[in-house]
């Protein structure tokens, strides 16, 4: 861990864990569910094993992770956020908007994994536009998420959900542009950039509970 920076300050003190190289998305992929070493580094694509086992100490040490029994015998242990390291997902979130506004399509270069559609997911939810039990699920390219919601409440996981959803989604890099409200469902769909299986209307529901505007001025991709 890096020198603190010798302040009084709880942002000073923040920036000293979660400002190292890979921290916040290890919290990012633990907010999700917990996780074993091994899907911890398969869920975060260029992180050199040396440097998660060295993230993982030292949020352990902050009391932001645990590890915890895996339920299964012989299945090993199971990394997780503490109570005190649950309390960072609103601020994920919030972190997550304000980054997505000036995020419009992944460059080449860029990875989106389960866990990292999970979390956007998450932080797209506006609370109080469905008012009745929903599950959707959204498979983008490779990877997979999806949302429980009720009214205020909404649970976010990777892989499939254990009822069948109300609507699946199958969406490629346009799904940003969905969500921010520059790309219609109709366009999406005729243009051949999403799939569903449900009906128009729960499309349109979704997109309305799930929304993160992109700024006018959008220079990252």
Sequence with gaps: MTKDYGQFCGLAKAARVLGERWALLIVRDLSVGSRRFKELHEGLPGVPTSVLTTRLRELEQMDIVERRPAKQPGRGVLYALTRYGAELTPILDSLGRWGAQRMSVPAPEDVITSSSLAA?????????????????????????????????EVVIKTGLPESDPDLTIHAGPQLRLLLAGRLSPAEAISSGALEIEGSDTELVTFLQAFHVPLDDVTTVA
């Design 120 to 152: 956007a997911l998450r932080a797209a939810y506006r609370p109080g536009v469905i008012t009745t039990p929903r599950t959707y699920l959204i498979h983008a390219g490779p990877v997979t998420a999806w949302a429980m919601v009720d009214g205020e």
